[in-house]
């Protein structure tokens, strides 16, 4: 399982983490991989004064914004999944 935590501390609240988290979330739902990512908000990364803080296992990316998400995802989060062989199948559309 992948645990990425946001940082919804005020600063960070400020500077748009909930835009960070439901970027993560559109990402986690149109992939179908909810069960393979624990996806949860924090206070305090001690990154305060660098805009949104999250962390994808134990690896921290300060002045995070919702564009930068998608690339996160992807050669984080992915990629994990991935190297475990836990990726669900890709959906078929019909």
Known sequence: MVCIEVCVGSSCYLRGSSKVIAEFQRLI?????????????CFCLDHCTQG???KIGETIYRETYPEDVPRL???RVLSQIK???TERATRTEG
């Open 29 to 41: 739902a149109d992939h179908g991989i909810d069960l393979k990512v624990r996806l949860k908000g």
């Open 52 to 54: 949104v803080t999250v």
């Open 73 to 75: 995802f992807e050669e």
């Open 83 to 85: 190297r475990d062989g």
